[in-house]
C-alpha cells in the first residue's frame, strides 16, 4: 500500500459488513474414487469421509473447500479475514474487532458487532458436530467435518434436505460463501460449479495431493439464490467484468488526479499488486481521507469482493512513483505482507485474477510478471527515496498460483540457461522454504511482540555474494551502502522473485550467477529446478565502454516542456549503474518520456524514448541511446 498503517496491539481479521469464505468450485456424487496416489491418501479421504458423514455430494465438498483454501490446512491460523483450516471456518471475537484499523474500539455496539452470525461459522460448525472450537481451528479432518455439516445444514434450509443431486446445493454453496450481497454470493456459487465441470487438481504445500474429478452433466439451481434474500449490490459506476461483485466508493480527490487516459496518450501499460496493511474498510476509509494514498480498487480477502475508487482513465496515488502512477492501475488486497499467521484467500486470488484479465484486455496490457507487478517491484523515483519504497505484497503472495489464474504461467519446463541468455525465477511457491526474520516495525497487526525468524513458503530466492551457502547475501547498494544484506522479511534487495528475468553471468555446480543491481550474484539452482529458460526476450547491455546510467523515472528533458509549464526534472540513481560487460532483460519496447499537468489536462512528449528494464527485485529506467539491445 502506498502508506503504510501505525502499528496496533491486535489483528483486525474481519470486515464487520461480511466475512465470507474465499472463492469456489464444485463437483459431482457422492463418491468421486480418491486419487491413487500415496501422497492423496490423508486430505482426500478426510473430505470422502466427510462427504460421506454429513451427505454432501463429494465435488460440492471438495469445491467449496477449494476455493476457500486451496485445499491448503492452515493449521490454527487464521486467514486475514478470521477464518481457519480448509474450510475457511470464520471465528472473530470483540477484541479482534476493537484492535487494528478497523476504528470499532470503544463503540457501544462492539459485542453486537462480532455477534454477528456471519463472523461466527466455526462456533455454529462446533454444534453441529459435537467437537470443540479449538479442533475445528487445530485439526484438519475435525474442519473439514465442520465445513461439511455446515454446508448440509444450509441445504436443509434451502431444499429441505441433503439432495443427491450436486446442482440442487446451488443455494447451499452460495450461503456458505458469507457474501451479503447478491452478486457475490452469486459470483461465488458460479465459480464453484465452473470449477465442478471442469476439474481441479491440487499439490498442497505439505506435499499432499487433492483431485477434483470434472462432472459435465451438473445443472446447477440458480432460482435458489432468490430464496437466500440477499441485498443487490449497486454496479453502476464501476469498471469491472461482470461476475464480480463490485461497488463503486469515490477516493478523496486529492488523492489521485482526473485524467483522461489512454484517449489523451497516457498508456495504461501496467497493473500493480499492493496489499492493504489493514482491513479492507480501513483501507477504504483512509483512501477517502484527503491527503493520503489511494488505490484504482480494493479487494476483500473474505469473499474477493470488490470497490473501486478511482476510475481507471485517472491517476491514483498508489506506488509511489508518479512515473508508475502516470501509466499503471493499482490494485490493493486486504492483507499484511509479514503478518503471522495470515494468509491470502482462494476467493481473493480469483476475483483479482478476474479483473487483471478484464482491465488487462481492455488496454492491451500484456499478462506476464513484466507488465503485472507487485508494489515492490515498482523502482524509486530518485536516489533519496530508493531505500524507502514499500515491500507490499510481500513473499507470502504467491506469484505462481497467481500468474496461473491469470492463463499465463510462469513454472514451465524447469531448466537452466546458458551464460548470456535469460532465466525465468520460478522457485515453485510450495516447496520453496525459506527462512525470514519479522520484526515489530515489520507486522502492522502486533502479531510479532519481538524480532524472530521463521521458516516460510515464499515467493523468492535469496542472492549471494559467491556460490556458496555460507557466502554473504548480497547487500543492495541503497539499502546496505556498506554491508551484507540480511534475511529481513522487508530486505528486498537479496532477493530474485518468482517471475522476474535475468540473464546468466556464470555457472558453478548447482549455482547459478546473474547480472543483479551492477554486479554478479549467485543463488542455488541444483538441475535448473528454480528457474525456466526465458524466451523471445530483449536483453540490453551498456552501449560503450562506459557504464549506462539507471533512473528511477521517465520525464522529457528541460527544454522540451512548452513555455509557461514547469518541468519535471529527473537525475541518475546515484548508487546503480549498468556497467560494460553485463546484460539485463528489457521488460517491454522503449518508449517515450511524458510528463502530465492535471490543472490543463497537459500531457508533455518527450523527444527520447526509455528502456524500462528487471535491474535488481525492481524495475529501472535507461535511455535508449545509452544502450543496445539484443533479441
Known amino acids: 500500500m502506498h502508506k503504510r498503517r501505525p502499528r496496533r496491539r491486535l489483528p483486525l481479521l474481519i470486515t464487520a459488513g461480511a466475512l465470507a469464505a474465499a472463492g469456489v468450485t464444485s463437483v459431482p456424487l457422492l463418491a468421486q474414487a480418491a486419487d491413487p496416489d500415496s501422497r492423496t491418501a490423508g486430505r482426500q479421504q478426510a473430505f470422502e469421509r466427510a462427504a460421506a458423514e454429513f451427505d454432501v455430494p463429494l465435488p460440492i465438498l471438495l469445491g467449496v473447500a477449494y476455493h476457500q483454501s486451496a485445499w491448503e490446512p492452515h493449521p490454527g491460523e487464521p486467514s486475514t479475514s478470521g477464518g481457519y483450516g480448509p474450510m475457511h471456518l470464520t ?7 476493537a484492535g487494528g484499523d478497523a476504528g470499532a474500539a470503544g463503540r457501544a455496539d462492539l459485542k ?5 452470525p456471519a463472523l461466527h461459522t466455526l462456533q455454529a460448525a462446533a454444534e453441529l458436530t459435537g467437537l470443540p472450537a479449538e479442533q475445528l481451528r487445530a485439526d484438519e479432518a475435525a474442519n473439514i467435518r465442520g465445513g461439511a455439516a455446515l454446508l448440509a445444514s444450509y441445504a436443509k434450509s434451502t431444499t429441505g434436505g441433503t439432495p443427491e443431486d450436486p446442482g440442487k446445493w446451488y443455494a447451499a454453496v452460495a450461503r456458505y460463501s458469507g457474501a451479503q450481497q447478491e452478486r457475490g454470493a452469486k459470483a461465488f456459487a458460479d465459480r464453484v460449479f465452473a470449477s465442478v465441470e471442469k476439474g481441479v487438481s491440487e499439490t498442497t504445500e505439505d506435499g499432499q495431493r487433492v483431485r477434483l474429478n470434472a462432472v459435465t452433466d451438473v445443472r446447477p439451481a440458480t432460482d435458489q439464490l432468490a430464496g437466500l434474500h440477499l441485498k443487490a449490490t449497486a454496479a ?3 469498471e469491472c467484468p461482470p461476475a464480480l461483485d463490485c461497488a463503486f466508493i469515490p477516493a478523496a480527490a486529492a488523492n489521485g488526479q482526473v485524467s483522461d487516459r489512454p484517449a489523451n496518450d497516457i498508456r495504461i501499460d501496467s497493473i500493480v ?21 489511494s488505490a484504482h480498487y480494493v479487494i476483500r480477502s473474505s469473499d474477493g469482493a470488490v470497490t473501486q ?26 492483507g499484511y505482507a509479514a503478518a503471522n499467521g495470515t494468509w491470502y484467500t482462494q476467493a481473493q486470488y480469483e476475483a483479482s485474477a478476474e479483473l487483471v484479465r478484464y482491465l488487462a484486455d481492455r ?37 505462481e498460483r497467481y500468474m496461473r489464474l491469470l492463463g499465463a504461467p510462469v513454472d514451465a519446463a524447469h531448466g537452466s540457461a546458458r551464460i548470456g541468455e535469460a532465466v525465468t525465477i520460478a522457485p515453485g511457491f510450495t516447496r520453496n522454504q525459506q527462512t525470514v526474520q519479522v520484526c515489530p516495525s515489520d507486522d502492522p497487526t502486533g502479531a510479532t511482540p519481538e524480532c524472530t ?10 542472492l549471494r555474494t559467491a556460490p556458496s551457502s555460507t557466502a554473504p547475501l548480497f547487500g543492495d547498494q541503497a539499502i546496505h551502502p556498506d554491508g551484507a544484506g540480511t534475511n529481513r522479511i522487508n530486505d528486498w534487495g537479496s532477493t530474485a522473485q518468482a517471475g522476474q528475468q535475468f540473464v546468466v553471468a556464470d555457472q558453478q555446480g548447482a549455482w547459478t550467477a546473474i547480472w543483479y543491481s551492477g554486479s554478479k550474484v549467485w543463488f542455488y539452482n541444483p538441475y535448473g529446478r528454480n528457474t525456466t529458460p526465458a524466451q523471445g526476450v530483449t536483453v540490453i547491455e551498456a552501449a560503450g565502454t562506459e557504464p549506462a546510467a539507471v533512473y528511477g523515472s521517465s520525464y522529457p528533458d528541460r527544454d522540451e516542456y512548452p513555455a509557461g509549464l514547469s518541468p519535471s526534472t529527473q537525475a541518475p540513481l546515484s548508487f546503480y549503474d549498468i556497467p560494460a560487460g553485463q546484460a539485463y532483460v528489457a521488460t517491454a519496447e522503449p518508449a517515450a518520456t511524458d510528463d502530465y499537468f492535471p490543472s490543463s489536462g497537459t500531457v508533455v512528449t518527450g523527444g527520447k524514448k526509455m528502456y524500462t528494464v528487471q535491474y535488481n527485485h525492481r524495475v529501472a529506467l535507461v535511455y535508449e541511446s545509452d544502450v543496445v539491445a539484443k533479441r
Request: hydrophobic share 30%; proline share 8%; charged share 15%.
Open 363 to 399: 488496454f492491451d496490457i500484456p499478462l506476464d510478471r513484466q507488465h503485472i507487478i507487485g508494489h515492490d517491484n515498482v523502482p524509486g523515483p530518485n536516489s533519496s527515496l530508493v531505500s524507502g519504497m514499500h515491500w507490499d505484497p510481500g513473499p507470502s503472495w504467491n506469484w
Open 453 to 462: 525468524e521463521r521458516r516460510q513458503p515464499a515467493d523468492f530466492v535469496y
Open 112 to 116: 453486537q458487532m462480532a455477534a454477528a
Open 273 to 293: 499488486i499492493h496489499d492493504t496493511e489493514s482491513s479492507y474498510e480501513s483501507a477504504i476509509n483512509t483512501f477517502q481521507t484527503p491527503g493520503g494514498g
Open 91 to 97: 471465528d472473530v471475537t470483540p477484541e479482534m474487532m
Open 236 to 238: 453502476a459506476q464501476t
Open 309 to 334: 475508487m478511482v476510475p481507471t482513465k485517472d491517476l491514483s496515488f498508489q506506488a509511489g512513483n508518479y512515473s508508475t502512477n502516470m501509466h499503471s492501475i493499482g490494485i490493493e488486497h486486504e
